[in-house]
């Protein structure tokens, strides 16, 4: 048998001269690390990550389909066909503004910390690639907004196809998919400086995400947001001087849907919207999360597919998967690693005044007689049919009696 020779490989490490080269490397991107200057926070809009917990229940809801905005999602291939069209959009925007290019990006290049400093995470673009990719993304979303309030888009503009549309609008909505709102409202100024300051900005922001709007809230000055998140959370919420007080205290127990309905509790229309807006009282305002409030609620009701149908009856939930066990999930994973510090006053008093309903003798029996003998049409049909021949037995045996007596 032939004698294997081997051939011992020296590391790198081991090589003359091999850690200093590697040490000097080491420290030169050790200094950069430390010389890197901090990004002071911003305090006009932080723009964050899904919290990991969230995130991984369902990935899809936070990350956008169709179109990147800002840094978080930047670099996504699958995005990279919209790239085209959003320079489309920006030399559109360019043509029809009243602002110098030159002008315009030294601007943008004076507000590049402040920017940097809205998001949660450091970004690693460089200036220029920064200062375009905003320059870039403001411009697409102004466009946008003129061509939907003015109805000047063309039949041969691909992202006014109807399903591509709404994906672009879902997409804007997204928490990780945002720009800062005072960046575009100043782009906007500096494109139409005849226009007021921000109004011009707001008008164009709630005709395009109009359908969110179920508040009916006007346009005024007052109205503050940081990114459209922010807005689409505003539009859901009565105004701030409307918000009860929450307080520490948590819902413990709630009956579900099916058995207060069952007992005579009337439910009448509301309206549900989505993930992001949780995901953004989570990391934005969690103590006043008064949308997560509502789900947690909603999450209480449903336990069985039977409470869907309740809902979904009652005009509460409108299901659009066709499944109700689906729709159940749905609502009940919406909740999944929630960090809830309190409740609204008006939930908690609700909920201990649905409870006392419900456990009221009467309307207990009310509810057991209803699941027993009146829960579908056959069980109604027989009930009924026997009380006909219970009152027709009573009947017959009087008329039986009378003769006699």
């Known amino acids: 048998m032939a004698e294997s020779t081997s051939m011992d490989i020296q590391p790198e490490a081991d090589i003359p001269g091999g850690n200093e080269k590697k040490n000097d490397e080491l420290v030169i991107e050790i200094r950069k690390m430390v010389e890197r200057p901090e990004i002071e926070p911003s305090k006009q809009c932080r723009i964050y990550k899904v ?65 940097r400093g809205c998001y949660e995470e450091t970004i690693y673009l460089n200036s220029d690639r920064f200062v375009k990719m905003i320059l ?61 300051d921000n109004i011009g900005l707001l008008k164009l922001s709630f005709y395009y995400f109009g359908y969110f709007n179920i508040q009916s809230i006007q346009v005024h000055p007052n109205v503050k947001i940081e990114h459209f998140t922010d807005l689409i959370r505003t539009f859901q919420l009565p105004p701030l001087e409307n918000l009860p007080k929450r307080q520490s205290q948590l ?90 510090s309190g409740t609204r006053d008006d939930y908690i008093d609700l909920c201990k005044e649905l409870n006392g309903f419900y456990e009221n003798p009467w309307h207990k029996r009310k509810a057991t007689l209803k699941s027993e003998y009146f829960s579908t049409p056959w069980r109604t049909a027989s009930t009924v049919a026997a009380i006909i021949l219970l009152v027709l037995t009573f009947i017959q045996t009087t008329c039986s009696i009378i003769p006699l007596v």
Not at 151 to 171: C, E, G, Q, Y
Request: charged content about 25%; overall charge negative.
């Open 51 to 115: 919290p990991h917990p969230l995130r991984k229940w369902n990935e899809e809801a936070y990350t956008p389909q169709v179109v990147s905005i800002g840094p978080f999602h930047h670099k996504n291939e699958r995005l990279k066909v919209m790239e085209e069209h959003k320079e489309r959009y920006f030399r559109n925007f360019m043509k029809r503004s009243e602002i110098n290019l030159e002008y315009l990006v030294g601007t943008i290049r004076e507000m590049e910390e402040s920017i």
């Open 136 to 196: 870039v993304d403001a411009s697409f979303i102004l466009e946008l907004f003129i061509r939907e309030s003015s109805k000047s888009w063309t039949s041969d503009d691909p992202i006014f196809v109807k399903r591509r549309n709404n994906a672009v609008m879902l997409d804007l909505l997204l928490l990780e998919n945002q720009l800062p709102f005072f960046v575009i409202e100043k782009l906007h100024h500096l494109a139409f400086p005849s226009l007021p």
């Open 251 to 340: 819902i413990k127990h709630l009956y579900s849907a099916t058995q207060l309905h069952e007992a005579g509790v009337k439910f009448e229309v509301g309206t549900i919207v989505a993930r992001n807006i949780m995901a953004l009282e989570q990391t934005r305002y969690i103590e006043n999360a008064y949308y997560t409030d509502y789900f947690i609620l909603l999450d209480l009701l449903i336990n069985t597919t039977k409470d869907v149908d309740l809902l979904c009856d009652k005009k509460i939930l409108v299901n659009y998967l066709g499944d109700n066990n689906a729709v159940k999930s749905m609502i009940n994973d919406l909740n999944k690693n929630i960090i809830w």
